[in-house]
Protein backbone atom coordinates (compact mmCIF):
# COMPACT_ATOMS: atom_id res chain seq x y z
CA UNK A 1 0.00 0.00 0.00
CA UNK A 2 1.21 3.59 -0.93
CA UNK A 3 2.16 5.27 2.14
CA UNK A 4 0.05 8.94 1.48
CA UNK A 5 0.58 9.78 5.45
CA UNK A 6 1.37 13.91 4.91
CA UNK A 7 0.35 14.60 1.27
CA UNK A 8 -3.06 15.83 -0.45
CA UNK A 9 -4.68 13.23 -1.72
CA UNK A 10 -7.13 13.45 -5.25
CA UNK A 11 -10.04 11.23 -5.01
CA UNK A 12 -13.28 11.19 -6.03
CA UNK A 13 -16.01 12.79 -4.37
CA UNK A 14 -19.93 13.50 -5.04
CA UNK A 15 -20.43 17.36 -4.69
CA UNK A 16 -23.71 19.41 -4.27
CA UNK A 17 -22.76 22.55 -6.69
CA UNK A 18 -26.02 24.15 -5.83
CA UNK A 19 -29.81 23.17 -3.86
CA UNK A 20 -31.56 20.14 -5.17
CA UNK A 21 -29.23 19.79 -8.43
CA UNK A 22 -28.10 16.41 -8.82
CA UNK A 23 -24.37 15.74 -7.08
CA UNK A 24 -21.53 15.39 -9.41
CA UNK A 25 -18.38 13.53 -9.55
CA UNK A 26 -15.86 15.60 -9.35
CA UNK A 27 -11.85 14.86 -8.39
CA UNK A 28 -11.19 16.53 -5.20
CA UNK A 29 -7.78 17.49 -3.33
CA UNK A 30 -8.14 16.13 0.28
CA UNK A 31 -5.33 18.32 2.53
CA UNK A 32 -3.67 15.82 5.46
CA UNK A 33 -5.11 15.81 9.21
CA UNK A 34 -4.44 18.53 11.13
CA UNK A 35 -4.32 18.54 15.25
CA UNK A 36 -7.09 16.46 16.41
CA UNK A 37 -7.92 15.31 13.04
CA UNK A 38 -8.16 12.11 11.32
CA UNK A 39 -8.01 11.05 7.38
CA UNK A 40 -10.24 8.49 6.58
CA UNK A 41 -10.82 5.84 3.52
CA UNK A 42 -14.82 5.81 3.50
CA UNK A 43 -15.43 2.53 2.08
CA UNK A 44 -19.58 2.13 2.27
CA UNK A 45 -21.79 5.08 2.86
CA UNK A 46 -25.50 5.34 3.35
CA UNK A 47 -27.95 7.99 2.66
CA UNK A 48 -29.81 9.41 5.40
CA UNK A 49 -33.09 12.03 5.34
CA UNK A 50 -30.84 14.76 6.65
CA UNK A 51 -28.52 14.97 3.69
CA UNK A 52 -31.51 15.28 1.59
CA UNK A 53 -33.00 17.60 3.50
CA UNK A 54 -29.78 19.79 3.49
CA UNK A 55 -29.13 19.59 -0.06
CA UNK A 56 -32.61 20.52 -0.95
CA UNK A 57 -31.76 23.66 1.54
CA UNK A 58 -35.42 24.31 2.66
CA UNK A 59 -35.99 26.01 5.56
CA UNK A 60 -32.19 26.47 6.58
CA UNK A 61 -29.10 28.49 5.26
CA UNK A 62 -27.58 27.00 2.38
CA UNK A 63 -24.13 26.29 1.75
CA UNK A 64 -22.62 25.40 -1.41
CA UNK A 65 -20.58 23.94 -2.67
CA UNK A 66 -20.58 21.31 -0.28
CA UNK A 67 -19.72 17.44 0.25
CA UNK A 68 -23.14 15.74 1.88
CA UNK A 69 -22.47 12.45 3.69
CA UNK A 70 -22.47 11.18 6.96
CA UNK A 71 -23.53 7.51 7.53
CA UNK A 72 -20.42 5.47 6.61
CA UNK A 73 -17.59 2.90 7.37
CA UNK A 74 -13.99 3.56 6.53
CA UNK A 75 -10.63 2.36 7.70
CA UNK A 76 -7.75 5.45 9.01
CA UNK A 77 -5.55 6.35 6.16
CA UNK A 78 -3.51 8.87 8.78
CA UNK A 79 -3.86 10.60 12.07
CA UNK A 80 -2.57 14.36 13.21
CA UNK A 81 -0.67 15.64 15.77
CA UNK A 82 -2.12 14.70 19.17
CA UNK A 83 -4.15 11.64 17.70
CA UNK A 84 -3.35 8.76 20.67
CA UNK A 85 -6.45 6.59 19.88
CA UNK A 86 -6.54 5.88 16.66
CA UNK A 87 -3.97 4.77 14.66
CA UNK A 88 -3.60 3.72 10.43
CA UNK A 89 -5.55 0.75 9.01
CA UNK A 90 -8.56 0.98 12.34
CA UNK A 91 -12.24 0.58 11.54
CA UNK A 92 -14.12 3.78 11.91
CA UNK A 93 -17.78 4.81 11.57
CA UNK A 94 -17.57 8.52 11.46
CA UNK A 95 -20.40 10.30 13.62
CA UNK A 96 -22.20 13.82 12.87
CA UNK A 97 -22.22 14.46 16.19
CA UNK A 98 -19.06 13.62 18.34
CA UNK A 99 -17.47 13.31 21.54
CA UNK A 100 -14.45 15.00 23.03
CA UNK A 101 -14.35 13.45 26.56
CA UNK A 102 -13.54 16.66 28.34
CA UNK A 103 -15.99 19.00 28.66
CA UNK A 104 -19.40 18.70 30.71
CA UNK A 105 -21.50 16.67 29.15
CA UNK A 106 -19.09 14.00 27.97
CA UNK A 107 -18.24 13.64 31.60
CA UNK A 108 -21.53 13.16 32.55
CA UNK A 109 -23.38 9.57 32.24
CA UNK A 110 -26.40 11.05 31.36
CA UNK A 111 -25.58 13.18 28.45
CA UNK A 112 -24.13 12.92 25.14
CA UNK A 113 -24.59 16.13 23.61
CA UNK A 114 -20.65 17.44 23.49
CA UNK A 115 -20.45 21.05 24.18
CA UNK A 116 -17.26 20.57 21.33
CA UNK A 117 -18.67 18.44 18.64
CA UNK A 118 -22.22 18.68 18.80
CA UNK A 119 -23.36 18.66 15.46
CA UNK A 120 -23.89 21.96 13.51
CA UNK A 121 -25.46 22.08 10.16
CA UNK A 122 -23.95 25.61 9.35
CA UNK A 123 -20.45 24.91 9.95
CA UNK A 124 -18.97 24.38 6.80
CA UNK A 125 -15.00 24.15 7.86
CA UNK A 126 -13.09 22.43 10.37
CA UNK A 127 -12.89 23.40 13.80
CA UNK A 128 -8.68 23.28 14.04
CA UNK A 129 -8.50 26.68 11.33
CA UNK A 130 -11.68 27.31 10.35
CA UNK A 131 -10.80 25.85 6.88
CA UNK A 132 -11.82 23.29 4.67
CA UNK A 133 -9.85 20.24 4.40
CA UNK A 134 -11.40 19.85 0.54
CA UNK A 135 -10.64 21.78 -2.65
CA UNK A 136 -10.87 21.71 -6.47
CA UNK A 137 -8.12 23.23 -8.68
CA UNK A 138 -7.50 25.68 -5.00
CA UNK A 139 -11.46 26.23 -4.47
CA UNK A 140 -12.77 25.43 -1.30
CA UNK A 141 -15.49 22.84 -0.95
CA UNK A 142 -17.44 23.07 2.41
CA UNK A 143 -17.83 19.80 5.07
CA UNK A 144 -21.32 18.76 6.42
CA UNK A 145 -21.89 18.04 10.17
CA UNK A 146 -18.02 17.04 10.53
CA UNK A 147 -18.11 13.75 8.31
CA UNK A 148 -18.80 14.32 4.03
CA UNK A 149 -18.36 10.84 3.72
CA UNK A 150 -19.35 10.85 -0.09
CA UNK A 151 -15.90 10.86 -0.68
CA UNK A 152 -13.29 8.23 -0.90
CA UNK A 153 -11.41 10.23 1.52
CA UNK A 154 -12.69 12.97 4.27
CA UNK A 155 -11.12 14.43 7.40
CA UNK A 156 -12.86 14.63 10.45
CA UNK A 157 -11.92 15.40 14.23
CA UNK A 158 -10.90 12.58 15.87
CA UNK A 159 -13.70 12.80 18.48
CA UNK A 160 -16.15 12.16 15.56
CA UNK A 161 -15.10 8.69 14.81
CA UNK A 162 -16.14 5.63 16.60
CA UNK A 163 -13.55 2.63 16.81
CA UNK A 164 -14.88 -0.52 16.09
CA UNK A 165 -14.42 -4.27 15.55
CA UNK A 166 -12.22 -4.80 12.70
CA UNK A 167 -14.46 -8.25 11.94
CA UNK A 168 -17.67 -6.59 11.71
CA UNK A 169 -18.29 -5.78 7.75
CA UNK A 170 -18.37 -2.03 7.07
CA UNK A 171 -21.15 -2.37 4.60
CA UNK A 172 -24.06 -3.02 7.11
CA UNK A 173 -22.89 -1.75 10.45
CA UNK A 174 -22.11 1.62 8.55
CA UNK A 175 -25.94 2.51 8.76
CA UNK A 176 -25.57 2.33 12.65
CA UNK A 177 -23.28 5.95 12.29
CA UNK A 178 -27.08 8.05 12.31
CA UNK A 179 -30.53 6.43 12.31
CA UNK A 180 -30.85 3.26 13.03
CA UNK A 181 -28.58 4.06 16.41
CA UNK A 182 -31.22 6.69 17.03
CA UNK A 183 -34.21 4.78 16.89
CA UNK A 184 -32.76 1.91 18.76
CA UNK A 185 -31.51 4.38 21.44
CA UNK A 186 -34.45 6.21 21.90
CA UNK A 187 -36.45 2.50 22.61
CA UNK A 188 -33.47 0.86 25.18
CA UNK A 189 -32.01 3.86 26.41
CA UNK A 190 -34.68 6.45 27.03
CA UNK A 191 -37.87 4.83 26.95
CA UNK A 192 -36.19 1.33 28.56
CA UNK A 193 -39.68 -0.61 28.20
CA UNK A 194 -39.83 -3.51 30.16
CA UNK A 195 -39.76 -7.11 29.18
CA UNK A 196 -43.88 -7.82 28.49
CA UNK A 197 -44.66 -4.09 27.79
CA UNK A 198 -46.81 -2.45 25.43
CA UNK A 199 -45.07 -0.05 23.22
CA UNK A 200 -46.36 2.67 20.63
CA UNK A 201 -44.23 3.42 17.67
CA UNK A 202 -45.34 7.03 15.67
CA UNK A 203 -43.78 6.93 12.52
CA UNK A 204 -42.57 3.95 10.16
CA UNK A 205 -39.88 5.04 8.22
CA UNK A 206 -35.78 3.56 9.20
CA UNK A 207 -35.25 5.39 12.35
CA UNK A 208 -38.81 4.30 13.97
CA UNK A 209 -38.47 1.03 12.61
CA UNK A 210 -35.40 1.33 14.41
CA UNK A 211 -37.32 1.80 17.45
CA UNK A 212 -39.57 -0.96 17.14
CA UNK A 213 -36.32 -3.33 16.54
CA UNK A 214 -35.57 -2.04 20.21
CA UNK A 215 -38.75 -2.60 21.44
CA UNK A 216 -38.80 -6.33 20.22
CA UNK A 217 -34.77 -6.90 21.90
CA UNK A 218 -36.25 -5.72 24.77
CA UNK A 219 -39.42 -7.86 24.67
CA UNK A 220 -42.11 -6.03 24.64
CA UNK A 221 -45.45 -8.02 24.04
CA UNK A 222 -47.58 -5.66 21.61
CA UNK A 223 -45.71 -3.11 19.41
CA UNK A 224 -48.58 -0.87 18.08
CA UNK A 225 -46.93 0.80 14.61
CA UNK A 226 -48.45 4.71 14.07
CA UNK A 227 -48.07 5.81 10.71
CA UNK A 228 -49.70 7.83 7.52
CA UNK A 229 -49.28 5.33 5.03
CA UNK A 230 -50.95 1.72 5.44
CA UNK A 231 -48.63 0.27 3.31
CA UNK A 232 -45.83 0.41 5.75
CA UNK A 233 -47.49 -1.97 8.04
CA UNK A 234 -46.67 -5.36 6.23
CA UNK A 235 -42.84 -4.43 6.23
CA UNK A 236 -42.96 -3.28 9.85
CA UNK A 237 -44.38 -6.46 11.17
CA UNK A 238 -40.16 -7.44 10.13
CA UNK A 239 -39.43 -5.46 13.15
CA UNK A 240 -41.48 -6.88 15.60
CA UNK A 241 -44.66 -4.47 14.96
CA UNK A 242 -47.54 -6.11 15.80
CA UNK A 243 -50.32 -3.87 15.36
CA UNK A 244 -51.07 -1.02 12.66
CA UNK A 245 -53.17 2.41 13.22
CA UNK A 246 -53.26 4.52 10.35
CA UNK A 247 -54.86 7.95 12.24
CA UNK A 248 -56.38 8.98 9.16
CA UNK A 249 -58.83 5.84 9.42
CA UNK A 250 -60.13 6.89 12.54
CA UNK A 251 -62.47 9.91 13.62
CA UNK A 252 -61.23 10.39 17.27
CA UNK A 253 -57.54 11.44 17.81
CA UNK A 254 -55.23 8.74 17.59
CA UNK A 255 -54.09 8.76 21.42
CA UNK A 256 -57.91 7.56 22.73
CA UNK A 257 -57.95 4.73 19.79
CA UNK A 258 -54.37 3.28 21.16
CA UNK A 259 -55.93 4.19 24.87
CA UNK A 260 -58.88 1.90 24.09
CA UNK A 261 -56.98 -0.64 22.60
CA UNK A 262 -54.83 -0.80 24.71
CA UNK A 263 -56.70 -0.55 28.54
CA UNK A 264 -55.55 3.04 29.70
CA UNK A 265 -52.50 3.81 27.09
CA UNK A 266 -49.28 2.27 26.54
CA UNK A 267 -46.76 1.58 28.88
CA UNK A 268 -43.97 3.52 26.78
CA UNK A 269 -44.13 5.53 23.30
CA UNK A 270 -41.12 6.67 20.87
CA UNK A 271 -42.32 9.32 18.57
CA UNK A 272 -39.72 9.42 15.06
CA UNK A 273 -42.13 11.57 12.80
CA UNK A 274 -41.23 15.76 13.65
CA UNK A 275 -44.76 16.08 13.10
CA UNK A 276 -45.86 18.07 16.22
CA UNK A 277 -49.46 16.25 16.46
CA UNK A 278 -47.66 13.12 16.89
CA UNK A 279 -45.54 14.23 19.49
CA UNK A 280 -48.63 15.54 21.30
CA UNK A 281 -50.57 11.81 20.64
CA UNK A 282 -47.48 10.14 21.41
CA UNK A 283 -47.64 11.78 24.77
CA UNK A 284 -51.09 11.58 25.56
CA UNK A 285 -51.15 7.48 24.61
CA UNK A 286 -48.93 6.89 27.23
CA UNK A 287 -51.07 5.14 30.83
CA UNK A 288 -51.00 7.65 33.48
CA UNK A 289 -48.74 6.61 36.49
CA UNK A 290 -46.14 5.09 34.74
CA UNK A 291 -46.56 6.10 31.28
CA UNK A 292 -42.69 7.52 28.96
CA UNK A 293 -42.81 8.93 25.69
CA UNK A 294 -40.03 9.82 24.26
CA UNK A 295 -39.51 12.65 21.02
CA UNK A 296 -37.23 11.87 18.41
CA UNK A 297 -38.30 13.59 15.90
CA UNK A 298 -37.07 16.76 14.59
CA UNK A 299 -39.93 19.64 14.73
CA UNK A 300 -40.30 22.38 12.65
CA UNK A 301 -38.54 25.61 14.00
CA UNK A 302 -42.05 27.56 15.12
CA UNK A 303 -43.61 24.84 16.34
CA UNK A 304 -44.86 24.47 19.98
CA UNK A 305 -46.06 21.92 22.24
CA UNK A 306 -49.47 21.95 23.72
CA UNK A 307 -50.71 19.35 26.17
CA UNK A 308 -52.48 20.20 30.02
CA UNK A 309 -50.29 19.94 32.70
CA UNK A 310 -53.06 17.31 33.97
CA UNK A 311 -51.24 14.92 31.57
CA UNK A 312 -48.00 15.35 33.62
CA UNK A 313 -49.57 15.69 37.15
CA UNK A 314 -51.13 12.12 36.32
CA UNK A 315 -47.88 10.72 36.09
CA UNK A 316 -46.87 10.42 32.65
CA UNK A 317 -43.03 11.46 31.31
CA UNK A 318 -41.98 13.00 28.58
CA UNK A 319 -38.73 12.98 27.56
CA UNK A 320 -36.25 13.88 24.63
CA UNK A 321 -33.62 12.21 22.75
CA UNK A 322 -30.61 12.98 20.42
CA UNK A 323 -29.03 10.33 18.59
CA UNK A 324 -30.56 7.47 20.91
CA UNK A 325 -28.22 8.80 24.30
CA UNK A 326 -25.51 6.93 22.91
CA UNK A 327 -22.55 8.25 23.27
CA UNK A 328 -20.78 7.62 19.90
CA UNK A 329 -17.19 6.58 20.33
CA UNK A 330 -18.12 5.19 24.35
CA UNK A 331 -21.44 3.64 23.30
CA UNK A 332 -21.28 2.84 19.39
CA UNK A 333 -18.61 -0.04 19.51
CA UNK A 334 -21.00 -2.40 21.69
CA UNK A 335 -23.73 -1.86 19.35
CA UNK A 336 -21.80 -2.57 16.37
CA UNK A 337 -21.50 -6.43 19.00
CA UNK A 338 -24.70 -6.27 19.13
CA UNK A 339 -25.02 -7.18 15.65
CA UNK A 340 -22.34 -9.24 15.71
CA UNK A 341 -23.45 -11.07 18.14
CA UNK A 342 -27.01 -11.43 16.39
CA UNK A 343 -28.79 -9.48 18.99
CA UNK A 344 -29.45 -6.41 15.92
CA UNK A 345 -30.53 -7.23 12.74
CA UNK A 346 -29.16 -4.95 10.23
CA UNK A 347 -29.98 -6.50 7.00
CA UNK A 348 -33.43 -6.01 6.91
CA UNK A 349 -32.80 -2.27 7.24
CA UNK A 350 -30.75 -2.01 3.85
CA UNK A 351 -32.92 -2.31 0.87
CA UNK A 352 -31.15 -1.37 -1.96
CA UNK A 353 -27.30 -0.70 -2.82
CA UNK A 354 -25.95 1.54 -5.43
CA UNK A 355 -22.22 1.97 -7.05
CA UNK A 356 -20.67 5.32 -6.22
CA UNK A 357 -20.86 6.47 -9.54
CA UNK A 358 -24.74 6.25 -9.30
CA UNK A 359 -25.16 8.10 -6.08
CA UNK A 360 -27.86 10.09 -7.21
CA UNK A 361 -30.55 6.84 -7.47
CA UNK A 362 -29.89 6.68 -4.23
CA UNK A 363 -31.49 10.25 -3.71
CA UNK A 364 -34.36 9.15 -6.05
CA UNK A 365 -35.17 6.44 -3.91
CA UNK A 366 -35.67 8.22 -0.95
CA UNK A 367 -37.29 11.25 -2.87
CA UNK A 368 -40.19 8.21 -4.06
CA UNK A 369 -40.04 6.74 -0.54
CA UNK A 370 -38.97 3.58 -2.03
CA UNK A 371 -36.94 1.40 0.93
CA UNK A 372 -34.98 2.38 3.80
CA UNK A 373 -31.20 2.14 3.47
CA UNK A 374 -29.37 2.55 0.10
CA UNK A 375 -25.67 1.47 0.68
CA UNK A 376 -22.89 3.28 -1.54
CA UNK A 377 -20.56 1.59 -1.99
CA UNK A 378 -17.27 3.68 -2.85
CA UNK A 379 -15.12 1.05 -4.65
CA UNK A 380 -17.78 1.13 -7.67
Known sequence: MVNTAGQVIRCRAAVAWEAGKPLVIEEVEVAPPQAMEVRVKILFTSLCHTDVYFWEAKGQKPLFPRI???????????VGEGVTDLRPGDHVLPVFTGECKECRHCKSEESNMCDLLRINTDRGVMLNDGKSRFSIKGQPIYHFVGTSTFSEYTVTHV???????????????????????????????????????????????????????????????????????????????????????????????VQEVIAEMTDGGVDRSVECTGSINAMVSAFECVHDGWGVAVLVGVPNKDDAFKTHPMNLLNERTLKGTFFGNYKPRSDLPSVVEKYMNKELELEKFITHEVPFAEINKAFEYMLKGEGLRCIIRMDA
Open 159 to 253: GSLAKINPAAPLDKVCILSCGISTGLGATLNVAKPKKGSTVAVFGLGAVGLAAAEGARIAGASRIIGVDLISKRFEEAKKFGVTEFVNPKEHEKP
Open 68 to 78: FGHEAGGIVES
